[in-house]
């Protein structure tokens, strides 16, 4: 992982749909396999620009990678029905092997160099680059502190939740705590708001880096929040959906 991560160059990259698989009743998880003009090569957490035509002009959305890259032609995506949204219904009406164009890799979403113990925190498919970045940083044997601090409605909304589950109970230095703010009756984890669990941590480890993802809402509220505590604006990275 380099400290500038490359950018696209305006090269129309073209990907066939490899696997679908349906995380919830509106999100599904998508693989990809890029079949030209040339290889494409990111650094985990960034993202790509999709492009589709819509009444003869040419429309263009961001979509973050939800894989590390593995040095094959693959990469994954997670995404999200937005109700009479364009893109994220046709993308989740696919069949496989259709095929997409985009450009990239776009973005500064990426772990800071030197990496330090950390903190990432995400809402809903804001899990996207962060699982990319995660699995980038346990194939690579970290044994960095890493929080991720989870947000979501309800238990069965929690996106991946036996894979971080699993890295979780293979690795003691990664520890997962998905929150839910609409908890049913019984749940015994962490509920409420991630805004709380953020702030708590941050009071006994004020020197992680924090890496923020997910919608406008949640990511300008922490800014807000981090900054009023005194954390250095280069400790803070983050995306916003919208
Ligand atoms: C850097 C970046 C990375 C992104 N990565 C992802 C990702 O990994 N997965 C993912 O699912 N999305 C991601 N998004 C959001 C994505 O780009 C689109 O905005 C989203 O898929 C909706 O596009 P659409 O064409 O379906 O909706 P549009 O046709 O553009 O919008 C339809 C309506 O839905 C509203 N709307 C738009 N987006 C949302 C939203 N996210 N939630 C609720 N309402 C919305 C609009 O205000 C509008 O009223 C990312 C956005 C950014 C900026």
């Avoid at 749909?17 to 494409?40: C, D, I, M, N």
């Avoid at 772990?111 to 194939?139: H, K, M, N």
């Avoid at 970290?142 to 601090?149: C, G, I, K, N, P």
């Avoid at 807000?224 to 990275?237: F, I, P």
Wanted: a neutral charge; aromatic letters at 12%.
């Amino acid at each position: 992982m380099g400290t500038t991560p490359r950018q696209g160059d305006k090269t129309r990259y073209r990907a066939r749909l490899a696997r679908v698989e349906v995380l919830t009743p509106t999100t599904k998880h998508f693989e990809w396999e890029v079949s030209g003009p040339k290889p494409f090569v990111f650094t985990p957490g960034q993202f790509i620009s999709l492009h589709l035509e819509r009444t003869g002009a040419d429309d263009v959305r961001p979509y973050s990678i939800a894989s590390p890259y593995r040095g094959d032609s693959r990469f994954d995506l997670c995404l999200n029905r937005v109700e009479g949204g364009f893109f994220s219904n046709y993308l989740c009406d696919l069949e496989l092997g259709a095929e997409i164009e985009f450009e990239g890799p776009f973005g500064f979403f990426v772990v800071r160099e030197p990496p330090i113990d950390s903190l990432f925190v995400a809402t809903g498919t804001g899990i996207a680059p962060v699982r990319g970045i995660l699995q980038d940083l346990f194939a690579h044997g970290t044994d960095l502190q890493v929080w991720l601090v989870f947000g979501v409605r309800y238990p069965e909304t929690i996106l991946y939740r036996n894979e971080f589950a699993e890295l979780a109970a293979q690795h003691p230095n990664f520890h997962f705590w998905p929150t839910l703010s609409r908890p049913p009756a019984g749940w015994n984890g962490r509920r409420g708001h991630v805004q709380e669990y953020v702030g708590r941590l941050l009071l006994e480890r004020p020197d992680l880096d924090v890496y923020l993802c997910g919608l406008k809402a949640m990511v300008d509220d922490l800014r807000q929040r981090l900054k009023a505590r005194g954390l250095d604006r280069k400790q803070v990275r983050y995306e916003k959906y919208d």
